[in-house]
């Protein structure tokens, strides 16, 4: 029995060894296996963050205008912008131990598995925020073990690259609250209005609860089951020392305002200009579709709500609501080159297409201050003369002839200024200066102005026969406002991502591209289109709108068959507007033909409606202000019925006096950069003329 005994003591020894040595192995394994995912965690570094949210769109003042969705709403917000109260409340209740941990509460788990075990069932949850976050951003929301396994690795990922704050930031911005609501800042809109920053301590622990079943414990669902599990959560916070018993009971007992609606606007404000914005997105900042519909971007843009409405109130006012004809609007600030309204068309919903930047019409004679600039780079001034009558031009490259028409064939039939000619609109004029320049002068000079349209080298280019868009003219016309600055078209101001990095920042720093001093005198006879001193033998073209005006204004309006606009502005905004049809049917009713300027006009006065009133200041230096005869140019005298203060480049102003009138002499000589009169030869010469 000894021998016996001690032969089963040794085998007992012998099995106990390879046990331990069995335990030992496996332990090792174990932490080998441990470590290893502990190092592959490493290696792969910091998972990305990154997760489905609404890029949001703001205007000129801040105002939330749109956002791009997928039936989803998500907004980032920082920690620091969350209220204490939701945060405290959501880790109460979700994952106490949420600062103490490393990923994973092993004491949950335990007693998850005991409750478990009791009830036969799945009847308690143990995941911590770490790992409910690592499952909102990587994971499907399946049972399976591949999933717990991957949430686990996934968990330690996130415990090992990012810091508890950020962890509990995207936890609180990528949770679901239902109502299509992801994360703490859309919920807190959608249910109570108001800013995730702003919450009350009511609030903050009903929104606390929904998650855990958002329909079950929506206070839209269920305000009963809302109330419970508020009470819970309120009673957990003061367990763990986040409140007082009493501001716990206090709050169980206020009364809250549930609002249920989504903050969006439901009517899409601005839409063409919109569409344009995520155009702009995507060509100029090279930004992905993915990136701009679902990045969580900031866009800051241009757009001034103001005058955005101001124009879309003209267009509905005063278009024909049975009419097919269509209008595209475009209004920018002429130092900046910051679109501040876009209308692309009548109604977005039956047609998007944006009129007002992809559209590309004949301008008519909204290019001849264009044409006329690039002569006064050639030596016209607003004093030269040419001949408006009947012209038949006859060339020998194969072109044959071309006859222009003024409108209603109206002429002159005799010598007009370069300034009367472009306040009545004079096609004569234009086609002969566009021939003595060179045909190819216009389509250099429009290129400089910013017009990126092709345009083809014939006489009829000087009467806006080539098509352009209606944003570019915008633009074109903002360096005769701003003084001879190149802009562009700006909609976005600033983009920034979803964690508040700014990507981009607009740069609007001007370049000098025309000769200032050119530049005003071409402003300066744009106001001419308003002013009936420059009547001749026709009316000049704004004079059915002058009398609506109530600021300084320079502008000039083109028709073709087809298409009908009106461009101009003040110092402080240009707009641009056109009206025609889609398929190109004529303009018929004169009513129709009115439309660009009518709009123009209504538009510009309310969109400065309480600014200043501004003129158009010449410059410090270059420029000469004298009185002239509008018929001929001359210096005037008192004899001449009509005398208008004209502005020349310094050292073209005209010399001669006008002898047309002679009966009294002349008074009024140069004002030279705004110094004194000079006196006229004739005064020295012959004292009684005084």
Request: a positive charge; charged letters at 20%.
């Amino acid at each position: 029995m000894e021998i016996m005994t001690d032969q089963g003591f040794r085998k007992t020894i012998k099995y106990l060894r390879a046990l331990v040595i069995i335990s030992l192995i496996g332990i090792s394994c174990m932490l080998i296996f441990l470590i290893g995912i502990l190092a592959y965690a490493k290696i792969l570094g910091p998972p990305p963050l990154a997760v489905p949210q609404s890029t949001l769109i703001f205007a000129d003042d801040g105002t939330l205008i749109g956002e791009t969705n997928n039936g989803q709403k998500r907004y980032w917000a920082k920690l620091s912008d969350i209220s204490p109260d939701i945060i405290n409340a959501t880790i109460s209740i979700e994952d106490r131990n949420f600062y103490e941990h490393h990923g994973f509460d092993y004491k949950r788990i335990a007693g998850a598995v005991i409750a478990d075990v009791k009830a036969l069932a799945k009847v308690q949850g143990a995941s911590t925020i770490t790992q409910q976050y690592a499952r909102n951003l990587f994971l499907e929301h399946d049972k399976t073990w591949k999933r717990k396994l991957n949430e686990a690795f996934y968990a330690i990922r996130l415990e090992m690259n990012y810091s508890k704050k950020q962890i509990l930031e995207g936890y609180l911005n990528t949770i679901y609250y239902g109502h299509s609501a992801y994360g703490v800042e859309a919920a807190s809109q959608f249910f109570f209005g108001k800013k995730a920053s702003e919450l009350t301590l009511a609030e903050a622990s009903m929104l606390a609860g929904i998650p855990k079943g958002p329909g079950l414990y929506s206070p839209l669902s269920s305000l009963e089951n809302a109330k419970a599990r508020q009470t819970i959560i309120l009673k957990t916070m003061a367990k763990n020392g986040y409140i007082s018993k009493n501001k716990a009971e206090a709050a169980a007992q206020e009364p809250l305002k549930i609002v249920g609606e989504h903050t969006t606007p439901k009517v899409k404000v601005a839409p063409y200009f919109q569409d344009a914005v995520r155009n702009a997105l995507k060509n100029q900042l090279k930004l992905g579709d993915r990136t701009i519909a679902l990045g969580g971007l900031k866009v800051y843009t241009t757009l001034n709500l103001k005058q955005q409405e101001a124009a879309e109130k003209q267009i509905q006012t005063y278009v024909d609501s049975e009419s097919d004809i269509q209008v595209g609007l475009v209004a920018m600030d002429p130092k900046t080159g910051f679109v501040k309204a876009m209308v692309g068309g009548r109604d977005y919903e039956k047609s998007p297409f944006n009129r007002a930047v992809q559209a590309i019409r004949q301008p008519g004679s909204t290019i001849k201050p264009l044409l006329y600039y690039a002569a006064l780079e050639n030596g016209f001034t607003p004093s030269s003369t040419m001949r408006s009558e009947m012209t038949t031009f006859k060339f020998d490259n194969g072109h044959g002839d071309y006859t222009p028409h003024n409108f209603n064939n109206k002429y002159a039939d005799g010598e007009i200024t370069l300034a009367q000619a472009l306040a009545v609109s004079d096609n004569i004029f234009a086609v002969k200066t566009h021939l003595f320049l060179g045909e190819e002068i216009l389509i250099e000079t429009a290129r400089k102005f910013g017009l990126s349209t092709k345009m083809a080298e014939v006489p009829s280019l000087a009467l806006g026969t080539s098509g352009v868009r209606v944003i570019e003219m915008a633009n074109a016309y903002s360096l005769f406002a701003n003084g001879g600055n190149k802009v562009h078209p700006i909609l976005v101001t600033k983009v920034e991502d979803y964690n508040g990095n700014v990507i981009f920042e607009a740069n609007s720093e001007p370049e000098n591209v025309l000769d200032t001093a050119k530049a005003f005198v071409m402003t300066q006879m744009l106001t001419g289109i308003f002013d009936q001193k420059l009547n001749g033998y026709a009316r000049v073209t704004g004079s059915t709108i002058a009398k609506e005006l109530t600021r300084p204004y320079a502008g000039k309006s083109g028709s073709t068959e087809t298409d009908s606009w009106m461009i101009g502005f003040s110092p402080q905004l240009v707009t641009a507007v056109w009206a025609g049809y889609d398929v190109g049917k004529p303009i018929e009713l004169p009513v129709e033909k009115s439309y660009a300027k009518t709009i123009w006009a209504n538009f510009m006065e309310e969109a400065l409606d309480g600014k200043p009133v501004k003129a158009f200041k010449p410059p410090k230096e270059g420029v000469v202000g004298v009185y002239v005869d509008p018929t001929n140019g001359k210096l005037a005298t008192k004899d001449c019925p009509v005398r208008r203060l004209t502005y020349f480049e310094e050292g073209t102003e005209p010399t001669d006096y006008c002898t047309d009138h002679i009966g009294s002499s002349a008074d009024d000589g140069p004002v030279k950069n705004g110094g004194t009169k000079k006196i006229p030869w004739y005064k020295k010469i012959f004292p009684w003329g005084n």
